[in-house]
């Protein structure tokens, strides 16, 4: 798989799934964008791949439209996790989990469509989770709002086949990141237990995730649009 002479942008690319992303494509060629709310890390990876950082904050459309722009690859990762279930979830931790998971993936790819059509040509991966397609404990709003990316991935790859653009999504189970040690600590749970709930024995990789990424942004996967790509180490299947 190569990338060269195109133009990627990465949200939420600061860590975990997003630099392993960043990574993998500028280890292809791609001229990647490294974009996440938090500047500071995702500029340090940057500047160690030899690409560029941008601050954004994928929830607000005045910062995301003009980001969106000359993109030959977007792949949104940005997202943000919960803990409760539905009775113990308030109404701003519902909102702020489908702001950025579901609204911020919504702008991204709004506003990079347009220029991929008009050049017949582009692929967006949208990350959503198993948590699209199996209920998970105490994940009511986060299993909502990347059920919703699962959905808008199969409608945007519908609407815009004949422009020559592909859209597809990627459904990570328990990978071990930074952001999954938070939610495990927030949670009160142990990566013990997660490990005990795959059927392989493990939490899989961020690069593990970057790879599949890469595969479906690449032309080698120019036959495949709409999908919901599983990578969970068997837990959907148990």
């Not at 950082?53 to 980001?67: G, H």
């Not at 792949?75 to 950025?100: C, M």
């Not at 986060?142 to 859209?167: E, F, I, N, Q």
Request: aromatic share 4%; with cysteine; charged share 20%.
């Amino acid at each position: 798989m190569r990338f060269d002479g195109k133009r990627a942008l990465v949200t939420g690319a600061g860590s975990g799934i997003g630099a392993a992303v960043a990574r993998r494509l500028a280890s292809e060629g791609a001229a990647v964008v490294l974009a996440d709310r938090d500047l500071e890390p995702a500029a340090a990876l940057a500047a160690e791949l030899g690409a560029d950082a941008i601050r954004l904050d994928v929830r607000d459309e005045r910062q995301v439209a003009p980001a969106m722009g000359g993109l030959d690859v977007l792949v949104n990762v940005a997202g943000i996790g919960s803990t409760t279930a539905a009775p113990d979830t308030t109404l701003d931790v519902w909102e702020d989990v489908f702001a950025v998971n579901a609204r911020g993936t919504f702008l991204c790819c709004k506003h990079a469509i347009p220029g991929m059509a008009a050049r017949g040509a582009g692929s967006i991966v949208n990350v959503a989770s198993v948590a699209a397609l199996v209920g998970l404990k105490r994940r009511a709003a986060y299993c909502a709002a990347k059920g919703a990316v699962v959905s808008l991935t199969r409608a945007l790859a519908v609407d815009h086949v004949g422009d020559g653009v592909r859209v597809n999504a990627v459904c990570p189970g328990t990978v071990d990141s930074p952001w999954v040690r938070r939610l495990v600590e927030d949670a009160g749970e142990s990566l013990d237990e997660l490990r005990a709930r795959q059927p392989l024995g493990r939490l899989g990789t961020p690069d593990e995730v970057a790879a599949a990424v890469a595969y479906l942004a690449s032309d080698e996967a120019a036959f495949v649009t709409g999908t919901a790509f599983v990578i969970d180490g068997g837990l959907s299947a148990a």
